[in-house]
């Protein structure tokens, strides 16, 4: 690809229930990021509750904005362009940052870009921070899994904005997978963080759980997993009145973090990938970042943690390529609730 443009791009993440505002430039370094997490509300619903989600959005979103610009001492004049989560996502969310961010364009006249959110969580492995020196780009082509709460997907990226999708779940999302397994061993939402945790003084071989057989050996299928769980916790629950949470946590990590690492490693050979890219809430998780950092075969870019889950950040880093690639969107823009990246 040629020289891109330089360019200091504000962008707006409301997809679920983080409401999210940072300022990056050129597509890579973060000036500022706020993220206001909306996660202690939705924990007594065990889930994220949509309409709670959307009114908190609106709460929020201009505070959000405000102390981005406040923190890095900009304001919108030294903006170049704005970007936006257009999808996927829930609807009522969505549609408080696409506002604001039209009323922003509107305003100032600053070119607006619609981002997919998955590509905004693939992009969040070229950011660093800006007063960090700037590490190597990723090359091309990668080998991209994506696992969040909604999608589980690898890709192959033979340049920017370019993916081929190999595969898919057939059924649950990674991320969905450990927030239904936490829920049924009785932990808090999100299901995530909280089997990590248990996990830490579990014994990850004590439970055998299986994996799917499936046609193409880049699809994922997490429900058997899950069920196998439910199962065995059910078999324990006749026997005792307390639960090895901590061994079942383990086991089903284990077997989670595996399926993921293997396909990841058997696709990027596959197809000659030179560098694997994991992005997506679940790619904060530990032993998952663990796996992929203990192999050499290939460099593997996984972003920061802070980046992994819901932030605006990413949204600007895949938004300043969208935009240094001439995409700019109309202010007609509607959300797009359901939007495949590829
Ligand atoms: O990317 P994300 O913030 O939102 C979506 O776009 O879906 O991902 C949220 C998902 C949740 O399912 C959450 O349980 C999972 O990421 N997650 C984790 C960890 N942190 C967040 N899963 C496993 N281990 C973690 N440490
Ligand atoms: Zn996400």
């Known amino acids: 690809m040629t020289t891109l443009p330089s360019a200091r791009i504000l962008a707006i993440e409301s997809s679920c229930d983080e409401t999210a505002c940072a300022i990056l430039e050129n597509g890579r370094a973060l000036l500022t990021s706020t993220v206001a997490s909306q996660m202690e509300m939705h924990a007594r619903y065990g889930g994220v509750f949509p309409e709670v989600a959307s009114r908190q959005h609106v709460l929020s979103i201009i505070p959000v904005v ?121 932990l808090p939402f999100p299901g995530g963080p909280a089997i990590q945790k248990a996990a830490e003084t579990g014994d990850p071989t004590r439970f055998k759980f299986p994996r799917a057989r499936l046609d193409n050996p880049y699809d994922f299928s997490f429900s058997g997993l899950k069920t196998a769980v439910l199962y065995e916790v059910n078999n324990l629950k006749k026997k005792s009145n307390t639960l090895p949470v901590e061994d079942l946590a ?66 600007a880093a895949a938004g300043y390529y969208r935009f240094a690639m001439g995409h700019v969107s109309q202010l007609d823009m509607d959300v797009q609730p359901t939007w495949p990246l590829s």
């Not at 981002?115 to 960090?132: C, D, P, Q, R, T």
């Open 250 to 315: 383990a086991s089903f990590q284990a077997t989670a973090v595996d399926i993921l690492f293997k396909k990841t490693m058997q696709a990027a050979r596959d197809f000659n990938a030179k560098e694997i890219l994991v992005a997506g809430g679940v790619s904060a998780n530990r032993a998952l970042r663990n796996i992929f950092q203990s192999q050499t075969e290939f460099k593997v870019n996984i972003p920061a943690f802070s980046l992994c889950t819901d932030n605006a950040a990413m949204i």
């Open 66 to 186: 405000e102390q981005t610009l406040v923190k890095s001492s900009l304001t919108l004049k030294d903006i170049d362009a704005l970007a936006v989560t257009r999808g996927p996502g829930l609807a009522g969310s969505l549609v408080v940052g696409m506002n604001m961010a039209k009323g922003l364009a509107l305003g100032t006249g600053l070119p607006l870009v619609g981002v997919n959110h998955l590509e905004g969580h693939i992009y969040s492995a070229w950011i660093y921070n800006a007063s960090e020196s700037m590490p190597a780009e990723p090359q091309f082509p990668i080998m991209a899994l994506l696992v969040s709460g909604g999608h589980t997907e690898l890709n192959l990226m033979t340049d920017h904005l370019t993916y081929r999708r190999l595969g898919s779940t057939l059924d649950d999302a990674a991320g969905e997978a450990f927030d239904k397994v936490g829920r049924l061993l009785g």
